[in-house]
């Protein structure tokens, strides 16, 4: 039963989804999705966990896509939509699935892709016309959902969640935030993350709220919204905190003080996917007197710390476990180190960790150690609250909220003609986190890294592409040959 949506006949008539200067109620998402379920079973009593993947922007007929796939018993893989063709494409063949929906404006790009697979290529344009079927019941314990995250192995790997961690995630998150139904939020981040997903597009769903959509991150059309009076919610990463604060800075007097007062009137504005530097946390407190909430999570558990709502939200500190979700910290002895004020591994236990990486099963028994998820990021118990120190493979990068592997990158510089070999590490940055830096090694002394960029942008989404390079006649390596990413790092700052 997923309970998310049977939840939408109690809010029938409100507004759900605000799109394209759109409003749809609750019943239109109820009558799209189960029209656009009707067509993905195509004459089957139940998709039986087929894996559907789509590629929608931000929006109504998001929404209606990701319902229906879940109400025919499918599984979501949301694809991004800033992703070239290879990137799409691996998600597609991982998944192995059987189904692609999308927008017009992709079906070119993925025509020839899902004919050479033979799989159904359906236009979402086509798909919300009213039909309906018999929907099949749709058991808490099934498949729901794949997201595709970085690791510290080359290829990303396709996370698994199930309805019931979904549930899990989300009802955490309303109930510690105090979702209510007179909720507006702005979803700015994509969907095809967790952030999105679940903590801004899922929670208002659940709570009978709107979520609104603007279809990418834009300074300007951000700040109209949060100082317009309607929003009483706004989460975001801290590169577009970062953003926000240099569009104000550059604003008149009178302007910013339009702006102050204006977001003033949210209850919430929280922060997470990445460290909130102090100092952004600081800024944003002065324009508009919000101390912003930060949190700590990840797409295999969805959100597991948190700072309170009600009460002290520490900068620098993620919180305390949610509500149902078990923390652990463990140093390299297998030591549990939370007491004793000493930095270990977060490890996390509950109903919000995911159910496997697809098809990965040795993968997925490595993340565990005796029935705790390892996160790799380690922490501190400090003073009561959690407090994230980093993390322990320097291959994951953090660039704008998005995780990033050092090896990916540094697989596909090794196919360019002109790259001998190469490392590939995060380098911080006040406004993006950590940006992307490539040492390369090559014969051509003069290589121009605009090309190389250019290269790569029909391979990467454009977070991946390195912004720094550097030539080095060799890679810093210890004694065994390994390069030390550490020694790299200092050479670019
Ligand atoms: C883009 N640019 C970058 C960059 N990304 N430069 C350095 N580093 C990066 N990572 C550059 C572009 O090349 C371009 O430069 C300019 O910035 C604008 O590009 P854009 O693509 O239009 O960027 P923008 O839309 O402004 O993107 C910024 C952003 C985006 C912060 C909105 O990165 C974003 O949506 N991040 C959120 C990711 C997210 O949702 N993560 C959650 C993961 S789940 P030029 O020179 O061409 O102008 C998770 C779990 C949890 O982490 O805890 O939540
Ligand atoms: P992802 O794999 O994209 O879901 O990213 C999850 C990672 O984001 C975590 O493992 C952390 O490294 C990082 N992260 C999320 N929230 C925070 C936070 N508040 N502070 C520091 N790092 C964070």
Known sequence: MIELINRATNFANRTAIVSNQTAFTYQQLLNASAAIAHHLL???????????????????????????????????????TLHPLPALQYVIEDTDAAILVVSPEYKDLLALLAKERKMRLLLITDLMDGSTSDLPAVALDRRAMILYTSGTTNLPKGVVTTHQNIQ????????????????HILNILPLHHVHGIINVLSCALWSGACCEFLPKFDATKVWQKLSGGQLTLFMAVPTIYFKLIAF????????????????????????????????????WKAISTH???????????????????????????????????????VDTDGKDVKETGEPGEIQIKGPNVFKEYWRKPKATEEAYIDGWFKSGDVAIFNNGMFKILGR??????????????????????????KIKECAVVGI?????????????????????????????????????????FIIQAELPRNTLGKVTKKVLKAEFE
């Open 42 to 80: 195509n004459g089957a009593k139940d998709l039986a966990e087929t894996r559907v993947v789509f590629l929608v922007p931000p929006s109504f007929e998001y929404v209606a896509t990701q319902w229906a796939i879940w109400r025919a018993g499918g599984i979501t893989v949301p694809l991004c």
């Open 168 to 183: 899990f995630q989300i009802e955490t998150l309303v109930n510690a935030w105090e979702w209510e139904q007179a909720d």
């Open 248 to 283: 104000w800075e550059a604003a008149s007097s009178e302007e910013k003080e339009r702006l102050s007062q204006g977001v003033k009137a949210l209850r919430l504005m929280v922060s997470g996917s990445a460290a909130l530097p102090v100092p952004v946390l600081e800024q």
């Open 291 to 329: 101390t912003l909430l930060e949190r700590y999570g990840m797409t295999e558990i969805g959100m597991a710390l948190s700072n309170a709502y009600r009460t002290e939200r520490r900068p620098g500190h993620v919180g305390l476990p949610l509500p149902g979700v078990q923390i652990r910290l």
């Open 392 to 417: 322990d493979s320097v291959d994951i990068i953090k660039s704008g909220g998005y995780k990033i592997s050092a090896l990916e990158i540094e697989d596909v510089l090794r196919r360019h003609p």
């Open 428 to 468: 911080p940055d006040k406004e993006w986190g950590e940006v992307v830096a490539a040492s390369l090694i090559s014969d051509d002394k003069n290589l121009d890294f605009d090309a190389i960029k250019q290269w790569l942008k029909e391979l990467l989404p454009t977070y991946k592409i390195p912004r720094k």
